[in-house]
């Protein structure tokens, strides 16, 4: 799946294993150390697993550099940026990447703080793969960071029939309509994750532990 990119010939076989772990496994840690090109693993793992619709959350002063990389490695993709916008320009943003089919979009863990609205307007996107870099950041669960992230990895918004919109067939209820393909046929959940468009997890981090084992538990 991935000879036909650019990046085949230089990517490494570690960074090759690696990828084929995410793609085959979906919800993983990426822990390799600092150098050892994380960036390029996590993008050969999104072509393996045929990932379409892509959100990567990264630190504020790592917005540039990560869309560089992408830029650089998979020139094949669309890059869309988020981080360190204005409300407007934001706006501007999602407006256009609702048109779209596929994308990968990077975003800063302070967007949301004081724009909550946000979280929702990335969520009705239905992105099939999340990118948390720098991972450590969200180890504090009271953080807006970490339950931004939360919600954008564990929301309900798809039909596991149609892939269309679903909404909550009444409050506290674990039924679900779909307000596409049929209004009338209430979807129960059976299997964790069949309501989610999110299905490909990736926090990545060099410094997955950095004070005591339970920072992984976020």
């Not at 090109?37 to 379409?52: N, R």
């Amino acid at each position: 799946l991935i000879q036909k990119f650019a990046y085949h010939d230089q990517i490494l076989e570690h960074q090759k294993d690696g990828a084929f772990i995410l793609a085959t496994n979906m919800r993983c840690i990426l822990g390799d150390k600092r150098g050892a090109g994380k960036t390029l693993t996590a993008i050969a793992s999104w072509d393996m697993a045929q990932s379409q619709k892509v959100l990567v959350i990264v630190p504020d002063d790592v917005v540039s550099n990560f869309i560089n990389e992408i830029r650089y490695w998979a020139p094949h993709r669309q890059v869309i940026q988020m981080g360190k916008l204005t409300r407007v320009a934001r706006s501007a943003m999602l407006e256009m990447a609702k048109m779209m089919e596929s994308f990968v979009m990077v975003i800063n863990y302070s967007a949301w703080r004081k724009d909550k609205s946000l979280l929702d307007d990335l969520v009705s996107l239905k992105f099939d793969t999340v990118v948390m870099d720098e991972a450590h950041e969200i180890k504090n669960t009271s953080t807006s960071a970490y339950q931004g992230c939360s919600k954008l990895v564990l929301s309900s918004n798809q039909c596991p029939k149609c892939h269309g919109d679903i909404k909550q067939h009444a409050q506290f209820s674990r039924e679900w309509q779909c307000v596409t393909c049929d209004f009338d046929t209430v979807i129960t959940k059976t299997e964790f994750g069949d309501m989610r468009s999110v299905k490909m997890v990736i926090p990545m981090s060099g410094t997955v532990i950095l004070n005591k084992p339970q920072d992984l538990f976020a």
